[in-house]
T-cell receptor
Framework: GQNIDQPTEMTATEGAIVQINCTYQ??????LFWYQQHAGEAPTFLSY??LDGLEEKGRFSSFLSRSKGYSYLLLKELQMKDSASYLC??????????WGAGTKLIIKP | GAVVSQHPSWVICKSGTSVKIECRSL??????MFWYRQFPKQSLMLMAT?????????EQGVEKDKFLINHASLTLSTLTVTSAHPEDSSFYIC?????????????FGNGTRLTVT
């Protein structure tokens, strides 16, 4: 079956760095997305990786290893507003999105 | 950037009544829109794929007669929850892909929080 695994919850300190991991098992693969979702709001797009390697976008970076079925989202210089859930989603061979359950990130001052 | 508008943001209705949720793409045409449901502390669950001018494709376990989807134009899809019950209370979110490829990121509406009393 198809599956996405990511930690349920993580805690980090303001100003620090945090890495949120995601492993996936899908029927085929056409890329991996990271979305941010604040409580009570809809998700917003953060990044898309389809090739191996690191993509940097400001304070946020996303990494993909297709051979390992693994991705991570790296958040630097954490701010209180980064407290949110981070959803990992993989596109399978039919371009269907398979969603992870999300990682709730708690930022402490 | 691409904007998806969803209305209403929240609605409270009595058990047995029907509720209609609208999803509009404001600055692009969307031949396909997606409807998701999200229960507290859970991930998004795809309910159905709405196709302009044709029938929606429902995911397994989603009752098509209960969750009516109409995609009458390239910028509007509606989800009607018929004969709503308390267990239908949830966060409903629509999304559309404004890009030209299947790997373009989705843009989401702001969601509709439905409470059935």
């Amino acid at each position: 079956g198809q599956n996405i695994d990511q930690p349920t919850e993580m805690t980090a300190t303001e100003g620090a760095i945090v890495q949120i991991n995601c492993t996936y098992q899908t029927s085929g693969f056409n890329g991996l997305f990271w979305y941010q979702q604040h409580a009570g709001e809809a998700p917003t797009f953060l990044s898309y990786n389809v090739l191996d390697g690191l993509e940097e976008k400001g304070r946020f970076s996303s990494f993909l290893s297709r051979s390992k079925g693994y991705s991570y989202l790296l958040l630097k210089e954490l701010q209180m507003k980064d407290s949110a859930s981070y959803l990992c989603a993989a596109l399978d061979s039919n371009y269907q999105l398979i969603w992870g359950a999300g990682t709730k990130l708690i930022i402490k001052p | 950037g691409a904007v998806v508008s969803q209305h209403p943001s929240w609605v409270i209705c009595k058990s047995g009544t029907s509720v209609k949720i609208e999803c509009r793409s404001l600055d692009f045409q969307a031949t396909t829109m997606f409807w998701y449901r999200q229960f507290p502390k859970q991930s998004l669950m795809l309910m159905a794929t709405s196709n302009e001018g044709s029938k929606a494709t429902y995911e397994q376990g989603v009752e098509k007669d209960k969750f009516l989807i109409n995609h009458a134009s390239l910028t509007l899809s509606t989800l009607t929850v018929t004969s709503a019950h308390p267990e239908d209370s949830s966060f409903y979110i629509c999304s559309a892909n404004p890009g030209t490829g299947d790997n373009s990121p989705l843009h989401f509406g702001n969601g509709t929080r439905l409470t059935v009393t």
